[in-house]
Nanobody
């Protein structure tokens, strides 16, 4: 099993910044990707950013390119999401995600709320 512990959500005014962290524990030897998804009310969950553990290549959702940066600390099995120039439309619950190649499944964090006021 894998456990994901998220931190760093909160409230900010438009144009501000927040940093999210997600630490993985448990069976972390088979991480394929780690990243962040978000879900706003009445909308589908969407990719924000993810990083491939081997090689470090990164994917970003179109709406956050140029504003959000994902990074990792492999030794700590932790990913970070630096969010800048936040907009009200970024407001959502942000979920940490880990995909394990050993078991072929996703693991999800409990979610952290990001609120952006205009």
């Amino acid at each position: 099993q894998v456990q994901l512990e998220e931190s760093g959500g909160g409230s900010v005014q438009a144009g501000g910044s927040l940093r999210l962290s997600c630490a993985a524990s448990g069976r972390t030897f088979s991480i394929a990707t780690m990243g962040w998804y978000r879900q706003a009310p009445e909308k589908e969950r969407e990719l924000v950013a993810r990083i491939r553990w081997s090689g470090g290549s990164i994917d970003y959702g179109d709406s956050v390119k140029g504003r959000f940066t994902i990074s990792r600390d492999s030794a700590k099995n932790t990913v970070y999401l630096q969010m800048t120039s936040l907009k009200p439309e970024d407001m959502a619950i942000y979920y940490c995600n880990l995909f394990s190649y050993a078991v072929g499944r996703d693991y999800w964090g409990q979610g952290t709320q990001v609120t952006v006021s205009s």
